[in-house]
């Protein structure tokens, strides 16, 4: 099974103004400690170190080092994956975009979904919304008391949605 963390969770994490600080680090203390396949890709990782060292998004932004160091210590986790294209990409992503037309904001949303469809990653915790959009893949929120993977589907409590909680569904 493997799972796969948005940049936003890797922002909450380290941005000590926000209110879900405390939440957004317990859970990726707990995604680091445990043992499941744990996946970033590439453009995870360069959004994280964007936003965590800008001054306009945090009140005392990371310097670019203090950034770097937080992915190294995820990166040299034995149970952590980077992802990046692979051949047939391009065919992937567009398969991924036709159904939701992206534009704007949408168009990097489907790029990571495509990277996570062709590396078989069917989960991905996440606050962003718009990635339910993406039927393949089963997006849960860990930073709410109550989440729901996508509408229809059945509430869980946040415990349950963590790597390795009883309301886990298995990667494809």
């Not at 047939?88 to 495509?114: C, I, K, Q």
Request: charged share 25%; hydrophobic share 40%.
């Amino acid at each position: 099974m493997s799972f796969a963390v948005d940049a936003n969770i890797l922002v909450y994490a380290s941005d000590k103004g926000s209110p879900v600080h405390a939440r957004a680090s317990a859970f990726l203390r707990q995604c680091a400690g445990g043992t499941e396949l744990f996946c970033l890709t590439w453009s995870t990782v360069t959004a994280y170190l964007r936003i965590a060292t800008h001054s306009a998004v945090f009140s005392r932004p990371l310097a670019p080092a203090e950034a770097m160091a937080n992915v190294q210590s995820l990166l040299s986790l034995p149970h952590v994956r980077t992802l990046g294209e692979e051949p047939g990409f391009w065919d992937l992503y567009r398969a991924t975009a036709e159904p939701v037309n992206p534009r704007g904001s949408l168009v990097p949303d489907t790029h990571l979904a495509a990277l996570l469809r062709q590396h078989g990653v069917g989960m991905l915790y996440t606050r962003d919304r718009d990635f339910r959009r993406f039927d393949f893949l089963s997006v849960v929120d860990p930073l709410e008391d109550a989440v729901r993977e996508r509408p229809g589907r059945r509430r869980q409590i946040a415990a349950e949605a963590a790597p390795g909680g009883r309301g886990r569904r298995s990667a494809r």
